[in-house]
Nanobody
Framework: QVQLVESGGGLVQAGGSLRLSCAAS????????IGWFRQAPGKEREFVAA????????RYADSVKGRFTISRDNAKNTVYMQMNSLKPEDTAVYSC????????????????????WGQGTQVTVSS
């Protein structure tokens, strides 16, 4: 089992930046693909980004390409997501998830296909 804890959320003005962290404990962290999802009020949870176990392959939703960057440090059991040029429509609860399947399948899989989840961190972007 893998336990995930997100941090780094907060309130920021449009155009600003935040860096989210997803810290893992439990099983070998490098065995898991890590993804970020977000859920805005009244909307379904949506995929944001994912990173492979150790090769650094990444995938992004079209809505965040060029603005968000996902990275990982397996020595620290942590995945980061740098979010720049934030927009009010980025406001949501951001959650990280872990799964042992490949990034190629997980990047197109819905939330139900990910095994482990954190509690989430709120990101609010004011206009």
């Amino acid at each position: 089992q893998v336990q995930l804890v997100e941090s780094g959320g907060g309130l920021v003005q449009a155009g600003g930046s935040l860096r989210l962290s997803c810290a893992a404990s439990g099983r070998t962290f490098s065995n898991y693909v890590i993804g970020w999802f977000r859920q805005a009020p009244g909307k379904e949870r949506e995929f944001v980004a994912a990173i492979s176990r150790s090769t650094g392959i990444t995938r992004y939703a079209d809505s965040v390409k060029g603005r968000f960057t996902i990275s990982r440090d397996n020595a620290k059991n942590t995945v980061y997501m740098q979010m720049n040029s934030l927009k009010p429509e980025d406001t949501a609860v951001y959650s990280c998830a872990a799964d042992r399947n490949s990034i190629y399948s997980q990047a197109v899989a819905g939330p139900a296909r990910w095994d482990y989840w954190g509690q989430g961190t709120q990101v609010t972007v004011s206009s």
